[in-house]
């Protein structure tokens, strides 16, 4: 049997995709790319906004409606979050919720058996442990994903992700340790450390161990490969931290630090845990300690009560910061937080503007971040050929490299010292040192 897999959303969903995929395939099925010639249809959802479920659902009125003969399956946050997902989406056989990923296999089988259709999602239990999941990745891609947290208590005023994921919970520390180890020896060169609240890692169990103690355990390894950090949340990182990571071989010196916005008073309503002059003192503590350091974030415009005078101090204090790269989206209405009910609602057009301004500002922010890489030495992982021209790949810091073939055969999977030469403000372009050449 054929099995159709479609993601949305962040990079835990992606890993969760892809354990469901090798649970898939140790049980017969193979993935196929379309699901029109697929027997299964997997649609791994997302809901941090409203138009993430928009999608979602597209996706399986389209599933349903371009292939009706096969086992439609809805896992995920937008199916864990609304307690009315079954009446919303009739088109499904299975409904999954957060806690029954790993089990869809199972589902699958026992609905071929019955032809009744099943809701599989559970409420969140607040002594939940994390969900026994390890990807093996033998697939021939660069980078992999190790997913070591699940879960959030920080209970923003205006995020839904809560509902959708629960409490926090933690992957125990050896566990984490031997995913890396299997996905090292299958050629992966970079193990990027994901979670739904990253640095809330251990957290649960009293703080005897921290992201930090991850971080260290996997640079111990012998092995020739990287580490990178996904989304972190800026209150929780210590001077301790910092300290710590600055001896780490391995850790990348790029830093996605979730901003949010850069208003204080618009932070206080968010109920984030931080002002912008703690987060610009961070940024400078992070700088200080790691040469080249990119920082880059996430920024939300639009959020109710935001004033044309809030606005613009956010746009300021993003200039200010000069962010190496920025996911900016508007303020999303999600039901069962505290913003949707909040007064001095933004109506669509004033949010696409303040996007598109905002947008403006850190365009230009990461084109002075990689015009200020010109003349610097960085270790660029090799990712893929472009095309004839080009070898492509990312540099520690993240940014995007590519170097002139000149007939030379592929360096994919290849670590490599490049002299930035050069940049267009999407990307940085170089040329190889050779192999011996030191970092100077």
Request: aromatic share 6%; with cysteine; hydrophobic share 30%.
């Amino acid at each position: 049997m054929k099995a159709f897999f479609c993601t949305f959303g962040c990079k835990v969903n992606q890993y969760e995709t892809e354990n469901i995929k090798e649970k898939m395939e140790a049980s017969g099925f193979v993935p196929v790319n379309d699901h029109r010639d697929a027997d299964v249809c997997i649609v791994n959802s997302c809901t941090v906004t409203s138009e993430a479920d928009k999608k979602c659902r597209q996706m399986i009125h389209k599933i349903r409606k371009e292939n009706p003969r096969c086992i439609l399956v809805c896992a995920g946050c937008m199916t864990q979050a609304h307690k009315d997902i079954e009446k919303k989406l009739p088109e499904c056989d299975i409904i999954a919720g957060t806690y029954s990923k790993a089990r869809i296999p199972e589902l699958i089988a026992d609905f071929m058996n019955t032809g009744v259709r099943i809701n599989a999602v559970k409420e969140h239990d607040p002594g939940a442990s994390f969900e026994p999941m390890t990807n093996a990745s033998s697939d021939d891609k660069t980078r992999a994903y190790i997913k070591i947290q699940d879960g959030c208590d920080m209970h923003c005023s205006y995020c839904i992700i809560p509902h959708a994921r629960g409490h926090i919970r933690s992957k125990p520390l050896e566990e984490i340790v031997s995913e890396a180890k299997g996905l090292i020896r299958s050629g992966h060169k970079e193990i990027i450390l994901t979670g739904i609240n990253l640095n809330c890692y251990g957290r649960e169990k009293g703080g005897e161990l921290r992201l930090t103690d991850v971080i260290e355990a996997l640079d111990a390894l012998d092995e020739d490969f990287r580490i990178r950090l996904s989304s972190l949340e800026p209150e929780l990182i210590t001077d301790s931290d910092i300290l710590r990571w600055k001896n780490v071989k391995k850790l990348c010196p790029q830093f996605h630090l979730s901003l949010q916005s850069g208003c204080a008073k618009t932070l206080k309503a968010m109920h984030r845990r931080y002002t912008p002059e703690e987060y610009a003192v961070l940024c400078d503590k992070l700088r200080d300690a790691f040469d080249g350091c990119a920082i880059t974030t996430d920024i939300m415009v639009g959020f109710p009560g935001e004033t044309e005078e809030d606005h613009r101090e956010s746009l300021a204090f993003s200039e200010r910061i000069g962010f190496a790269e920025a996911h900016i989206f508007p303020y999303s209405r999600r039901p069962d937080t505290e913003a949707d009910k909040l007064p001095g609602q933004l109506d669509g057009v004033t949010k696409r503007c303040r996007f598109a301004e905002m947008n403006e500002i850190c365009s230009r922010t990461r084109k002075m971040f990689l015009d200020s890489m010109i003349g610097t030495v960085r270790r660029v992982l090799f990712e893929k050929e472009s095309c004839a021209e080009y070898h492509q790949g990312h540099a520690d810091n993240y940014i995007p490299v590519r170097v002139t073939r000149n007939g030379s055969g592929s360096l994919r999977r290849c670590f490599r010292n490049v002299r930035i030469t050069g940049s267009n403000g999407e990307y940085c372009f170089g040329e190889l040192l050779p192999e011996d050449k030191d970092m100077k």
